[in-house]
């Protein structure tokens, strides 16, 4: 071991180890400033996270009616305008794990929209795991959906517009009563009890 | 200033910018006369290169140091590498999603958003710490003065009060821009989760779009710079000079972040951007003939779900096993020859020289013995393909992928694979090497009942297999010819496999199966030879918990981030099992 020896002055005394001095050249280290980022999180979409929680969490009637009643509910209660909704589409990925997710959030946006201060609203549903059903239940809006949607698109649709940059499932327009439907890609089928309006398919009519 | 002057300052920043990361693993940086932009970072090289009449245009119009004006390209650069994008695959998915959000809006905007993001999430990253603080803002600052353009202005203003605003440093913002700045702050532009990352682009991508629009009324009528007047995220050149293996491991490491649904749309966005992602050049449809009808695993389900299973490797623990070997022994003497090695020569019998066929030499013998080692048992997977399982085809399907993963780790270890694919029928697949073979099995979909055939699981796991294989070649899933079949068995497998206690088994389910009672049976007797586990995917767990026999391990996968959890388990259990032996 390369260890420095230094003899003391004195003979009687021990000599002394003088391997400290080898850590003389070390230094601590400066102490440096670390900042969190300042992210100022967004209230209203944190309402809306919030409500569609409950919404998914809450026993209810399995049938499309009073599960839509009751997101209205909660829709009424909420201020939020047309880019709050279209943030929503956004973030309730974080929800998508929820059970009943791709049957129930459908509805609750649907309620947003319907109940919604604007005219026209964007949903982004391209990155969710499953796509969405029973999207624009009992629409009186104009809509654009990037994506594909699941099944009972447009269900009892009033008036309005709903365009679909993807494709869509099943029970497309079920109970559809005025407005159109566009759907950029394919329609799987079509719902019962049409009783108006028009769909079209890549542009071509299918229905009205 | 003289080129050796320039190379030193350049040698001197570079070190200083390095030191601010904690010197990162990077090649020195090359300085070229001219160069688009102003200083990118090489993904491929990891080489920065940087414009020397950037660096004097840039010091001249703000009155920065040639030195510090290095060190915050610099700092920046290495940002990227460290703090955003770090990776292609991070890069692929902003650039997917940014044109996802603003495609309508044109490519060069789509191009400027995707730029100004990753510098702005780097930058964000590099401003929060003391060291990089000043190199970055005086940067920042000394690149406002030299754009002249009014929007391009104005943009970076907001980008500059963020910057500020997150170093906690004053900078005054006209009022008009302030409720831009508010929107800005919102997003959380150092949050690595996928889906924080879509909504800061989109929120941050309107934030640009409504300043031009307010400025100019429209993309298409400004010419975009990057903040820095740099493009060094350039992802269209940089998909350009990727290699398909590149492509391939951008592709991997954002498989575990985004749905299966969405992995399919980034393949196909980068078809568009003219890049081909590796491909097998296997034919796309892999077909497994079974007595009742054909079960088609398309390959492209099989790829992706091996590229996903790299993510997640499970600890295999190796188990007390019996072996062969053999022991040299030295117990008789034989006549020398050349040839034979002369250090087991004994010239002493034949009076200190070496006489061929007088003096006498060692005789080794190999003996064959039994022995025990620690080996990595083989593995059965008993794969459920029943209808609630959900098609791995549409869905990422967690138990497909946890069999691949288990799969993968055994096969790793020079284990081999045997797997029963169960629904209505169960089909056998017997151990093989051959990992595609086993994964096609695994990933194959019957989507029918669910009822575990438990004589075949009982014989896959003894030496009963043989005649398994020999008499109900009609549920194998090895698409071979019967005659084939016994040949197979007796040349390409060792005897080893077909000991009981060498096979692990593995069920991977979501319960809801017909006889439970008489598979939680088999599991409860195999639990402790076979080392018997289930794997629970969601669905009928409740199930299974009431019926479970304490003996029976049992791991839970509701979404990917429990897959490691079932490594944990298992360095816990062996460390457990550790620790009792050191304290016997």
Not at chain 1, 73 to 101: C, H, I, N, P
Not at chain 2, 95 to 112: A, C, I, N, R
Not at chain 2, 426 to 441: C, K
């Amino acid at each position: 071991m390369n260890v420095a020896v230094q003899h003391s002055s004195s003979s009687r005394l021990p000599p002394v180890l003088a391997v400290g001095g080898r850590f003389g050249k070390y230094y601590p280290e400066p102490e440096r400033d670390i900042r969190k980022p300042d992210v100022v999180a967004d209230q209203t979409l944190a309402a809306l996270l919030k409500a569609l929680r409950t919404f998914l969490h809450e026993e209810g009637s399995p049938y499309a009616a009073p599960t839509y009643k009751r997101a209205v509910s909660l829709a009424k209660k909420l201020r939020y305008s047309s880019t709050d909704v279209e943030k929503l589409s956004l973030a309730m990925a974080e929800l998508q794990d929820e059970k009943g997710f791709e049957v129930m959030a459908g509805f609750f946006l649907s309620a947003l929209i319907n109940k919604g201060p604007d005219g026209c609203y964007v949903l982004h549903v391209n990155h969710l795991k499953v796509p969405l059903g029973n999207l624009c239940v009992n629409n009186v809006k104009d809509v654009t959906i990037e994506g594909d949607v699941g099944f009972g698109l447009g269900c009892e649709m009033k008036k309005g517009v709903i365009r679909v940059e993807g494709n869509a499932d099943s029970l497309t327009g079920d109970g559809m009563r005025g407005g159109e439907i566009h759907v950029d890609g394919t329609v799987r089928n079509l719902g019962q009890d049409l009783r108006g309006g028009k769909i079209y398919q890549a542009g071509v009519l299918i229905y009205g | 200033m003289t080129d050796v002057d320039a190379g030193k300052k350049v040698n001197v920043a570079w070190e200083k910018a390095r030191g601010h990361f904690h010197y990162p693993a990077l090649s020195e940086p090359q300085v070229v006369k001219k160069m688009e932009g102003g200083a990118c970072f090489n993904f491929r090289t990891r080489e920065t290169l940087v414009d020397e009449t950037f660096v004097a245009r840039v010091s001249r119009a703000s009155g920065l140091s040639v030195d510090d004006c290095l060190e915050g390209i610099f700092v920046h650069e290495i940002g990227h590498y460290m703090a955003f994008p770090r990776n292609l695959g991070t890069l692929i998915l902003a650039g997917k999603m940014t044109d996802d959000f603003f495609k309508d809006q044109g490519e060069e905007l789509v191009h400027f958003l995707v730029q100004t993001y990753a510098d702005m999430a780097n930058d964000t990253y590099s401003v929060l710490e003391e060291q990089r603080r000043d190199p970055i803002l005086k940067m920042r600052n000394a690149s406002q003065e030299e754009i002249n353009d009014k929007l391009n202005a104005k943009v970076r203003a907001v980008m500059l009060a963020y910057l500020h605003h997150q170093a906690g440093k004053p900078y005054e913002l006209p009022e008009e821009l302030k409720p831009y700045l508010e929107r800005m702050i919102t997003i959380d532009f150092l949050n690595d989760n996928v889906e924080k990352m879509r909504q800061g682009i989109w929120a941050f991508g309107n934030i640009i779009k409504d300043l031009i629009e307010k400025n100019c009324g429209g993309a298409g009528k400004v010419s975009l710079k990057a903040i820095d007047g740099a493009s060094d995220v350039e992802i269209k050149k940089i998909l350009e000079n990727a290699t398909p293996g590149e492509i391939r491991k951008a592709l991997r490491e954002i498989s575990d972040k985004i749905s299966r649904h969405e992995f399919k749309k980034v393949e196909d966005w980068l078809g568009k951007n003219g890049v081909k992602p590796h491909k097998s050049s296997h034919p796309p449809i892999l077909t497994i003939g079974t007595s009742e009808g054909e079960l088609q695993v398309d390959r492209e389900v099989v790829e992706y779900y091996r590229e996903l299973s790299k993510n997640y490797p499970i600890v295999v623990s190796r188990k007390l096993l019996e072996t062969d070997s053999v022991v040299h022994s030295y117990s008789d003497i034989q006549k020398w020859r050349p040839g034979v090695d002369p250090s087991l020569a004994l010239p002493g019998t034949s009076g200190g020289r070496f006489l061929p066929g007088i003096t006498r030499s060692v005789k080794i013998r190999d003996i064959p013995v039994r022995t025990t080692d620690y080996k990595t048992p083989h593995l059965l997977v008993i794969r459920d393909s029943s209808g609630s399982m959900g098609d791995p085809k549409e869905i990422k399907c967690y138990t497909t992928l946890g069999a691949n993963c288990a799969a993968r780790s055994y096969h790793l270890q020079g284990s081999f694979v045997g797997v029963i694919n169960f629904s209505g029928s169960s089909f056998y697949l017997p151990y093989t090497r051959d990992l595609d073979v086993a994964l096609g099995a695994i990933d194959a979909y019957q989507g029918g009942g669910t009822v575990v055939d438990v004589e075949m699981v009982r014989k896959m796991l003894g030496p009963e297999m043989a005649e398994l294989y020999r008499n109900h070649p009609d549920r194998s899933l090895r698409n071979l010819p019967k005659e084939y079949l016994k040949k197979e068995i007796s040349v390409g497998v060792p005897d080893d496999v077909f000991k009981a206690e060498s096979i692990d088994v593995i069920m991977f389910t979501d319960g809801g199966i017909a006889n439970l009672n008489e598979v939680l049976g088999l599991f409860a007797e195999k639990a402790q030879l076979n080392r018997a586990t289930i794997v629970l995917t969601g669905g009928f767990a409740q199930e299974l918990d009431d019926n479970i026999d304490p003996r029976i391990k049992v791991h839970r996968i509701e979404s990917e981030k429990d897959i490691p959890k079932l490594i944990i388990d298992e360095v816990r259990r062996n460390l457990a099992h550790f620790v009792e032996g050191l304290r016997r």
